[in-house]
């Protein structure tokens, strides 16, 4: 338990911040009165330090997060980030099992964000999974809710607030307005529908609403075009997919910022491209597609990227002689690059974690309960080749035969939020529950799909298969977030051949 103990406080308490530095991480004293800033937004993380790599260019990731905002710094302008919370854990109650890795993992986000210079973040129900205490003790700038922070960013002064109603977000607009500040955005910790509702108040305040909170980790909602509210509503993808950027340009007089329209041409190429790159991406995970054409893809793909950055990357300038803002999201795609120094932390949580789990599991781990009586339990592939030797060649040839050497190739292979996935029969009675007891249960064999097997070795009979597999089944992996363009009716004839799903292939006589 050595490394468990050691890294279960590496966290440094540090006070939590009251009023802001005069100029926030990245800003000059030629900054000072520089005419615009850009601010970076996330939120929504829920725990993710990056993609798991399941599926070909899976966006998100910390480091090429940080990257984005260390280039931006590299500008003329100051640049301000901001975390809109729920960011450190995925989930509101944890297993005890879990608690090392996901604690490790929030530690980790938590030490990213502080090297993006992190200027200020809401907090919601996802960092407080672990106890407030353990949140504050990150150290992070903390925006309460309620809350108001006013920053310097350039000319002018922006104001960040945090709320989960109109009412709050009226309150602290204008306390943030009695603050100095020209530009107010308001963290709203709630749906991008509650959030439309809330801006529909008449004066409410502030310039712009970033929902911060998704109903699910994939609804849909997320970097829509600016919503047509009294005041503009955005709402960022889960998971660190993408960021905000809000480009703020400064006028030769002062007053209320007004969304700029002028862009309108670069958002519909950067839209065009975004379906582009949705149609080939579906392609390129296509099974058994042939390499060369994948690779033709991959390249034509990284040009659509590199050209939609440039369009989302393009500083804006300002229009007549008042203050202005654009929004664009910046979708964190899997050929951008990535901030060494964030790769770094990110590298250290994988070589830790894995074997903190693996220590806890030999410590406290517990084997999954036996099948009760009557009911079938595990018996692996070996037991099915005795029978359906013709079947395996078409498993052999698949990426379930590989499930764990693709977890070991990534250094992955003790990591609770990948394992279930790439084993047979993860925490089901007569499975596999613990970490250092996997041996002759990895990859995705036949009980995977097929369901528990001793009573089919027993006695092969068609009416002892537990399961045979349908789209529900084939989703508990194939989900959203893992294989996002997973398609039933597309994946399932990839797997089938001579002996599974389709007739044995029939021996000319001699």
Request: net charge neutral; glycine share 10%.
């Amino acid at each position: 338990m050595a490394l468990l103990a050691a890294l279960s406080g590496c966290s440094r308490k540090e006070p939590r911040t009251g009023e802001p530095d005069a100029a926030p991480r990245g800003n000059t004293t030629a900054q000072a009165q520089a005419p615009g800033a850009i601010l970076f937004f996330s939120a929504d993380t829920r725990g993710y330090l990056g993609p798991c790599g399941c599926s070909e260019n899976m966006r998100g990731g910390i480091a090429r997060a940080a990257l984005q905002v260390k280039e931006a710094r590299k500008g003329a302008l100051p640049v301000l980030y901001v975390d809109g919370g729920d960011s450190l854990f995925g989930e509101p109650k944890l297993k005890p099992e879990q608690v090392p890795q996901e604690e490790r993992k929030a530690r980790a986000l938590a030490e990213a964000m502080k090297g993006m210079g992190l200027v200020v973040r809401a907090t919601g129900e996802l960092d407080d999974t672990r106890g407030a205490a353990f949140r504050q003790g990150l150290g992070l700038p903390e925006l309460e809710p309620g809350g108001v922070k006013v920053l310097d960013a350039g000319a002018r002064k922006v104001g960040v607030v945090s709320a989960s109603d109109a009412a709050g977000l009226k309150q602290a607009g204008a306390k943030a307005r009695a603050g100095g500040a020209a530009f107010v955005v308001g963290l709203f910790h709630g749906t991008v529908q509650e959030a439309e509702q809330a801006a529909s108040t008449p004066e409410l305040g502030v310039d712009l609403v970033l929902a911060t909170h998704t109903a699910t980790e994939f609804s849909g909602e997320e970097n829509k075009p600016v919503r047509d509210a009294s005041v503009p509503v955005v709402a960022l993808q889960s998971k660190g997919r993408s960021l905000l950027r809000v480009d703020l340009a400064y006028g030769a007089k002062p007053g209320r910022f007004t969304l700029r329209k002028t862009a309108e041409d670069s958002e519909r190429e950067a839209a065009s491209i975004e379906r582009r790159l949705g149609l080939m991406d579906k392609e390129i995970n296509l099974p058994g597609i042939n390499p060369e054409r994948q690779k033709l893809l991959q390249q034509k793909r990284e040009e659509l990227v590199a050209r939609r950055q440039t369009l989302l990357t393009a500083p804006v300038a300002a229009a007549g002689e008042g203050d202005s803002f654009s929004v664009r999201f910046v979708p964190l795609e899997s050929n951008l690059a990535s901030d060494p120094a964030a790769q770094a932390v990110v590298n250290a949580y994988d070589a830790d974690v894995g074997k903190m789990n693996l220590e806890w599991a030999k410590a406290h781990g517990q084997d999954c309960p036996a099948p009760e009586k009557g009911q079938a339990a595990f018996v692996g592939n070996k037991a099915c080749a005795e029978c359906h030797e013709e079947s395996f060649p078409v498993w052999e040839a698949s990426k379930h035969r590989h499930a764990w050497k693709t977890l070991e190739d990534a250094g992955k292979q003790f990591h609770l939020n990948c394992t279930g996935c790439h084993v047979t029969g993860w925490e089901k009675p007569g499975g596999v529950c613990r970490l250092d007891k996997v041996a002759g249960r990895e990859d995705v064999g036949c009980e995977s799909c097929h369901g528990p097997g001793s009573l089919h070795a027993e006695d092969p009979s068609a009416d002892n298969i537990l399961a045979r597999p349908g789209q529900d089944v084939c989703v508990t992996c194939h989900n959203p977030e893992n294989s996002p363009h997973f398609d039933f009716a597309t994946y399932v004839p990839k797997i089938l051949g001579p002996g599974h799903g389709q007739p044995p292939a029939v021996k000319p006589k001699p």
